[in-house]
Structures are given as structure tokens and as C-alpha cells.
């Protein structure tokens, strides 16, 4: 297993329901994000971990509750979501939490929600 | 807050053209990536730019981080049908863990 992988990459949930998103890191890295990606839209930041530790969080609805373990696997934890959180949910990790570092990215969970 | 215009939107072109976009900011940023995203996909990092004026290839692909740190161009010569995807400028001004998106070029290569 190499990269960045997430799971699953396909969800439906209705607006009552609690459902967790995954990401998992093979890369030796210290720092994961969470993005949002809606079409039309640029990549919007939701949350940045820097070993374990969450530092920085943009503004987003406590219906998201990102979770870190550890360096390697970051949770996204959804519950009592709207129509308009549908989007692609992207994982990324670099090595360090600095603006300039390269991140490398999962393949998505897509999230429609009814 | 701060955006990057990314430009063309989109692009339609034949096989074996050369492909050529670019990312503006109204902020002067210290790195530039260049990342592809193929549908279905997360967004794959192309080429990185750390130095005013720095011209790196990879493959067929060629960024040049701009001479005023306020742009950054992408070409891609001779394109081919694996070529299609959306391509992302984004870039960091270093003083916080944020990368700023552009909204990304959409490119269909024609056989």
C-alpha cells in the first residue's frame, strides 16, 4: 500500500444519519488535511493535524469532526449533514504543516447527501 | 481573502499541440505547485517551484515560477489524449499553513 488512501470512496447518507470518513497515510509524513472540493469551486481547507495535533480549523460546521489517532490516519466524522456538504472529501499529507510543503493527496471519498 | 486567477478555464485542443496556462495572485507567493486531477481522482502534484524565475520540466510539462512571484505558467508540448484532466496552480505565501487554490483549467485533448 502506498500514498494516501481513503475510504470509502463513494457514500450516500440521509440527513439523520452519522457516518465516518477515512484517510490513511503511507508516506512517513507528520501533517494530514481535510479539503472540500465542489464544483465551480477552488479547494477549500477544513482542517490541517500536525503530528496529531490539530492546528489549524477553517471555519467549519461542528456537523464535521475531524479525529487523528496518530500521523498516519485522519477521520472525518459526519452527523446531522445538509444537501449542500455534498462534495468530494479530499485527504492530504505532507511531511511538515507549512504552507510551502508539497501535499500529496488521496482519491476521495465522494459524499452525496440526501 | 486571497485568490488565484487561473486561466484558461478550459481548453479544447488537437492531439500533438501544445497546451500553455497560467496562475496570477494579487499576493507575492514564495512556492508555486502545479497538480493534475483526473476524474475521480484526487489531484496529483506535477511540478513544485520554490525560486523566482525557476524554470523546471518534467517530461513534457514545463512551469516557470514567474520573474515578479506573482504568476507561474504551465506548458505542455505535444499533447496526448492522457493529457486530459483538470490542472490546479497553487501557491503559498509562507506565512501559514495554507495553500491558495486556482479553479483549475479543464483540458480535452481530441485524437
Known amino acids: 500500500e502506498t500514498g494516501v488512501t481513503q475510504t470509502p470512496r463513494h457514500l450516500v447518507m440521509g440527513m439523520t444519519n452519522k457516518k465516518s470518513l477515512k484517510c490513511e497515510q503511507h508516506?512517513?509524513?507528520?501533517?494530514m488535511y481535510w479539503y472540500k472540493q465542489s464544483a465551480k469551486k477552488p479547494l477549500e481547507l477544513m482542517f490541517v493535524y500536525s503530528l496529531e495535533e490539530r492546528v489549524e480549523n477553517n471555519s467549519v460546521p461542528s456537523r464535521f469532526s475531524p479525529e487523528c489517532p496518530n500521523s498516519s490516519h485522519l477521520f472525518l466524522h459526519l452527523h446531522t449533514l445538509q444537501p449542500e456538504d455534498s462534495a468530494l472529501y479530499l485527504c492530504?499529507?505532507?511531511?511538515?504543516?507549512?504552507?510551502?510543503?508539497?501535499?500529496?493527496f488521496g482519491p476521495g471519498t465522494r459524499l452525496l447527501v440526501l | 481573502g486571497q485568490q488565484l486567477n487561473q486561466s484558461p478555464q478550459s481548453m479544447f485542443i488537437q492531439e500533438g499541440e501544445d497546451v500553455s496556462m497560467n496562475c496570477t495572485s494579487s499576493?507575492?507567493?514564495?512556492?508555486w505547485l502545479w497538480y493534475k486531477q483526473d476524474p475521480g481522482e484526487g489531484p496529483v502534484l506535477l511540478i513544485a517551484?520554490?525560486?523566482a524565475g525557476e524554470l523546471t520540466s518534467n517530461g513534457r510539462l514545463t512551469a516557470q515560477f514567474g520573474i515578479t512571484r506573482k504568476d507561474s505558467f504551465l506548458n505542455i508540448s505535444a499533447s496526448i489524449p492522457s493529457d486530459v484532466g483538470i490542472y490546479f496552480c497553487a501557491g503559498s505565501t509562507g506565512n501559514n499553513r495554507k495553500l491558495i487554490w486556482g479553479l483549475g483549467t479543464s483540458l480535452a485533448v481530441n485524437p
Open positions: 492530504a499529507s505532507s511531511q511538515e504543516a507549512g504552507g510551502g510543503e508539497t501535499q500529496y
Open positions: 499576493s507575492i507567493f514564495n512556492t
Open positions: 508516506l512517513g509524513h507528520n501533517a
Open positions: 517551484l520554490y525560486k
